[in-house]
């Protein structure tokens, strides 16, 4: 019993702190990418700090919806975030449904935060609110082939055991069934988390925004929880397609050596993809709207393909 | 040695007229090639009946008496063609059909080189042992004659050559699978990984042994392919196009010899599936295919109103009918279909050169512009012209009776009635047809031009052949009977 | 380095080239752009050379290399500069416009390696004998083959029908490098001289068409009739 509250809160912390460094690493790398100074890898966490301590405005033709919305979203972030294995293959929370319920705990937080966009009242919010469904509706599917690909070669959908066996076997994340799961997984990451190809997340222009057209109507402390879940559900991505398809140096339990080396190969591989974000970020032009189902399309496609090859090959 | 030489002296020939300068030292070293091929090809046959097969370079390259045969019919059919294209294409250029000397000269170039490049492909189909060099020289006769098809460069032969790339592309993939696929069914066969593994004398050694399911795809997939080269229904909608835009010379050796040089490919294939699956299954789609193929002939010769088009669908016909013979399987059958083959490789060309005659006598192909009178304005091409339509239909006493009544007869004798009665039914339809145009178009009444005069070259190569057809209505030489016996001895086993 | 010589990395690396030659092959079907087609083309020749390469190794078969060269030569480098040179000559427009819809085209690509699948394994049977390597992309060589064959009928122009050709013997090819380890060496030499010397001639054709017809839609040419 106390080892299990240990893991939760051990995940819990290392959620909350780790998931604005990341967004902050990203940040600085993408600037440095371009040559400029950046604001620094704490900038999220002064963020954050300001906005919690800001009073807020609330549009008077908003009801409980928007106010219940910011406190939703960031506990079904959490809480899926408990179910993804970090720094050990064991997660702290298993759920009826392992990846199928991190799914759906993402996806309520997205139906909420439409909904927390529309209850505002301004176009804006309504805009981004069904920009943000449109690319959903594609996104998630190819999220669940991906997530159904690798299950199938794992024979379970249970996040460890998923997991587990991809730590068994030496050369699986080179199955063509995996590469493609992966490639669809980092679209679907890229869609997900609002980065170039398909939104700008540094920008408030009217024509393009997605994400930030549904949130502008919030502010200050709730403000503060949106983007703070937003930051652990980019981290949760992360970690998902880090430990399923690359899990070398992830101990199955929560040993206090194991931890450490699956930390520090944690940091190391996070590194790696953010770093591959950035690439993607600085070398993309955003795709025009309407071509991002397109891109969906495409990431979709490499999803069933994935899936196709399992029993291809 | 023989062999080498065999394949030589048509390169030779076609690199002679790449340098040559002058129209007259092309056709030289056209008529030259032809006949030391020809020559040689008489070589290889007597050798082949004095000491059984022939091979080279380890196996290399092999020669039985089919392959004999076949050489032997491709070499006499160039050489009758390149006397006949001397004249037509001289008769091409003084009628004004290319721009200016120099461009004729390339067209002059371009016809006498490409041909016995052509030549060159095929006689290398009936002499590779590898069946994948065999296939490289099967593509080859398409590469060499695309551009004898688009000769002319008008519209038309564009759009008939474009066809004959592609959908003889398509095919000769297919084949190439096939092949591979014969080549993987004996990789449980000790030294299947040497350059032997693919040769025909090998695998047919051991056909007992190949792989059934995949001999099965094999030579399904190589049906297809060769049979779009021979024009087999349903692959078979580039034919009319391609022999009615090529130069007639041209036209008449892809009606004969590559037609030959396609069914030669699929017998080798016919061969090693009928050892290893027995003969029911390969025989069953060839006999499907061969019926398929005079079905759709003979509604297209009824109502056709092109001359070199009525040519083609009888080519499709006929290669209907050697399908159908190759595919009853039994000791008769095969001896119809070499016999037929032979029979086929004189008749066929014979009616493209009558076609040939009148089609630059009339500049048209088109019965309707035509309006006969073949027989007044030029009576010897008119007279040949239905003595041999005669013959291809089947007409007693041409030779063509014989091999299609050893067909009949081998068809009732293997119980294949429905084949037999389709067979019968489209054969009468194709002769009324056929008769129907070309009656019409040699007896009837035309609108009186006056007769021309002998021309040298077309005319005597055209009388030439015609002496040939009917020499063996009556007389079939006793060693050419004996080489068509060894070939067909060959497709049975024994 | 020692994993190189691990006949189970082998195994993942060829099956992995094998998936991303399909993945190439369906992306020719989505691609719109005709030279981003050709260029995809040269890419997945590039990855059947590798794989050719990637057997050479694991077999220790020396003469694959060969086969494996001549691809890079002749399908990586020589045939995609003929037909972008082709391209810049004629001045066509560069999108293609297939007769069925880009998204419907996938789905029956789709379709088409299932069917292939199913042929594989009707006359490939892994269990019947040991496992070897390559053998299991027999599957990827069937659909390359049918998907050249959709893409033949799927498009209009004519030189993205050169390229559907192409695409049907680079099915061939892979099956001839997963099946038999290649064909005998004189063979390969004579195919790769016809892949040559066809893609030349089927350029000239295309060549012509454009200047006579003002236009490289093959569903023009239809005078020939009967």
């Known amino acids: 019993m106390m080892a299990a509250l240990f893991k939760v809160m051990a995940q819990l912390v290392l959620l909350l702190l780790l998931a604005p460094l990341v967004s902050g690493f990203i940040k600085t790398a993408k600037a440095r990418l371009q040559m400029r100074r950046g604001p620094g890898v704490l900038q999220p966490y002064r963020d954050l700090h300001k906005l919690l301590r800001k009073g807020m405005v609330i549009p008077n033709t908003a009801s409980w919806l928007f106010s219940a919305t910011p406190y939703v979203v960031f506990l079904a972030t959490l809480l899926a975030g408990l179910m993804v294995p970090m720094v050990a293959a064991d997660t702290p929370v298993g759920l009826v449904g392992g990846v199928l319920a991190v799914v759906y705990l993402l996806g309520l937080g997205r139906f909420f935060l439409a909904l927390g966009g529309l209850d505002a009242g301004s176009s804006f919010g309504g805009l981004g609110s069904s920009r943000e469904m449109t690319i959903a509706a594609l996104a998630e599917p190819t999220l669940m082939l991906a997530v159904f690909t690798v299950a199938i070669g794992a024979g379970s959908t249970n996040l460890s055991q998923m997991v587990a066996a991809a730590i068994g076997e030496q050369w699986r994340f080179l199955a063509p069934s995996q590469v493609l799961a992966f490639a669809a997984l980092f679209l679907v990451l890229i869609a997900e988390t609002g980065r170039i190809p398909v939104d700008n997340p540094a920008t408030h222009l009217e024509l393009t925004m997605i994400h930030e057209a549904m949130i502008l109507e919030y502010s200050g402390p709730y403000l503060a929880l949106i983007e703070w879940a937003a930051s652990i559900k980019q981290l949760l991505l992360m970690a998902l397609l880090i430990n399923v398809f690359w899990p070398f140096g992830l101990p199955a339990g929560w040993s206090a050596g194991g931890v450490a080396a699956g930390a520090g190969w944690l940091a190391v591989k996070l590194a790696v993809l953010s770093a591959g974000v950035v690439l993607v970020e600085t070398t993309n032009a955003k795709l025009r709207l309407f071509r991002v189902p397109e891109l969906m399309a495409v990431a979709f496609t490499l999803g069933a393909l994935a899936l196709a090859s399992t029993f291809l090959f | ?494 | 380095m020692d994993f190189l010589q691990n006949p189970e990395f082998g195994d993942r690396v060829v099956t992995l080239m094998a998936a991303f030659v399909l993945v190439l092959q369906i992306a020719m079907v989505g691609q719109r752009s005709l030279v981003m087609n050709i260029r995809v083309f040269a890419a997945q020749s590039f990855l059947l050379a590798s794989i050719a390469a990637a057997i050479a190794w694991y077999n220790h078969a020396p003469h694959i290399y060969f086969a494996a060269g001549m691809t890079v030569i002749v399908k990586a480098f020589a045939v995609p500069y003929l037909l972008e040179r082709l391209v810049d000559r004629i001045e066509i427009r560069h999108e293609i416009e297939p007769i069925v819809n880009v998204p419907v085209s996938i789905v029956i690509s789709g379709g088409l390696t299932l069917v292939a699948y199913l042929v594989g394994a009707s006359f490939y049977h892994p269990e019947a004998e040991p496992r070897s390597l390559g053998h299991n992309t027999l599957a990827v060589a069937i659909s390359l083959f049918l998907i050249g064959f959709f893409m033949m009928v799927n498009r209009r122009k004519a030189l993205t029908q050169v390229l559907a050709l192409l695409c049907l013997e680079n099915g061939v090819f892979l099956a001839a490098i997963c099946l038999t380890y290649g064909m005998p060496l004189i063979v390969e030499l004579g195919v790769f001289f016809d892949v040559l010397v066809g893609v030349m001639v089927l350029g000239i054709l295309v060549y012509r068409i454009r200047e006579t017809f003002e236009s490289m839609d093959v569903s023009k040419l239809r005078r020939l009739r009967g």
């Open chain 2, 1 to 494: 040695m023989l062999l080498l030489a065999l394949l030589a002296v048509p390169f030779v020939a076609a690199l002679v007229s790449v340098l040559a300068r002058t129209r007259r030292a092309m056709e030289t070293a056209n008529l030259a090639g032809f006949g030391v091929t020809f020559a040689l090809a008489l070589m290889v046959v007597s050798a082949v009946l004095a000491r059984g097969p022939v091979s080279v370079w380890g196996g290399f390259l092999y020669a039985d008496s089919l392959s004999a045969l076949v050489c032997l019919l491709t070499a006499s059919v160039a050489l009758l063609c390149a006397v006949y294209a001397v004249g037509y294409v001289r008769e091409d250029e003084r009628s004004g059909l290319f721009e200016d000397a120099a461009a004729g000269l390339w067209q002059f170039r371009k016809y006498y080189s490409l041909t016995p490049l052509f030549v060159c492909a095929m006689l290398l189909v009936a002499l590779a042992n590898n069946l994948g060099v065999m296939w490289v020289a099967i593509e080859g006769t398409t590469l060499t004659s695309v551009f004898l098809v688009m000769f002319y460069g008008k519209v038309t032969s564009l759009e008939a050559a474009w066809k004959y790339a592609i959908i003889g592309g398509v095919g000769l993939s297919m084949a190439l699978f096939g092949t591979l696929l014969a080549y993987y069914s004996a990789h449980r066969l000790a030294g299947s990984d040497t350059l032997a593994g693919l040769n025909w004398s090998v695998l047919a050694a051991h056909a007992a042994e190949l792989d059934r399911t995949t001999m099965r795809l094999a030579f399904i997939l190589v049906l297809v392919g060769y049979g779009t080269k021979a024009g087999l229904a349903p692959m078979h909608t580039w034919k009319p196009d391609a022999y009615s835009e090529a130069p007639v010379p041209a036209a008449a050796l892809l009606s004969s010899a590559l037609l030959n040089c396609a069914l030669y490919g699929l017998i080798r294939f016919y061969i090693l599936a009928s050892r290893c699956l027995g003969a029911e299954f390969p025989g069953a789609l060839l006999v499907l295919l061969g019926v398929l193929s005079m079905g759709i002939a003979t509604p297209f010769i009824l109502l056709q109103r092109n001359l070199r088009r009525l040519l083609a669908y009888s080519s499709i016909d006929q290669a209907g009918i050697m399908a159908i013979a190759l595919g009853l399987g039994s000791k008769l059958g095969a001896l119809a279909l070499m016999l037929h083959m032979t029979f086929h490789s004189v008749t066929k060309p014979l009616l493209f050169l009558c076609a040939g005659n009148v089609h630059q006598h009339f500049k048209t192909d088109l019965f309707g512009k035509i309006k006969g009178g073949v027989l007044r304005t030029m009576p010897l091409t008119g007279g040949v012209f239905l003595m041999a339509t005669l013959a291809v239909l089947g007409m007693p006493p041409f030779s063509m009776f014989q091999s299609e009544f050893l067909l009949v007869r081998a068809a009732l004798g293997g119980g294949h009635y429905l084949a037999t009665a389709l067979f019968v039914l489209f054969g009468a339809g194709i002769f009324g047809g056929a008769m129907f145009h070309v009656g019409g178009l040699v007896l009837g009444a035309g609108d009186g031009q006056p007769a021309v005069a002998l021309r040298p070259w077309r005319d005597l190569s055209m009388l030439a052949l015609a002496g040939v057809l009917v020499m063996l209505a009556f007389w079939l030489p006793a060693p050419l009977l004996e080489l068509i016996r060894g070939a067909a001895r060959v497709i049975t086993g024994d």
